[in-house]
């Protein structure tokens, strides 16, 4: 709930809810509304294949469980058990570990083997914008985005002059320090 903005609208719209099932390791504002709380594990309970811009965009990690607990189970593991009992186990890995050998398929590797590694590095490609154009609708920078318009955004970013205030410097200053 205190995830996402507007937390007061948030829960309106949980309260309206018939059941709510949680998976989470802290007594927060959600879990006190559920009707049911699934124990989830922390990161030093589950394996985790990590690959994402917030880590790396060149490279993908092995997380490997410190700690096995019996009842903390991760999230990718309680969504896959859910869907085999739901009648829905075709449109889902059997656990994580599965999901893991799925999403490594492309490098050759099993997860088992892949923990081996640690981490894999994918090469990098400077300049790809010559090749490739950048990733715009045209392929160009864009300073005016349409796509932008058709939502009722701002399409471009608005001229502001800077105040002079801003641009005088100290009597003797030739540059502003940064921080």
Known sequence: MISYSNANRVKEALEKLEFIAVSDLFMTPTVRM???VLPASSWLERD?????FQVSPTYTIAQQKSVELPEARS??????DLA???GLAEHFWNDSGELYDFLLGPTGLTFQEFKEK???FSPLVYRQFEKNGFNTPSGKVEL???SWKRTDATPSPPMRRP???LLALPAGRRSIPIF
Do not use: F, H, T
């Open 84 to 86: 085999r009992r739901l």
């Open 118 to 120: 640690k981490r894999i």
């Open 34 to 36: 559920g009707d049911i």
């Open 48 to 52: 985790n294949l990590i690959s994402s």
């Open 144 to 146: 005016y985005s349409p």
């Open 163 to 165: 105040s002079r205030a």
């Open 75 to 80: 999230d990718v593991d309680i969504v896959c």
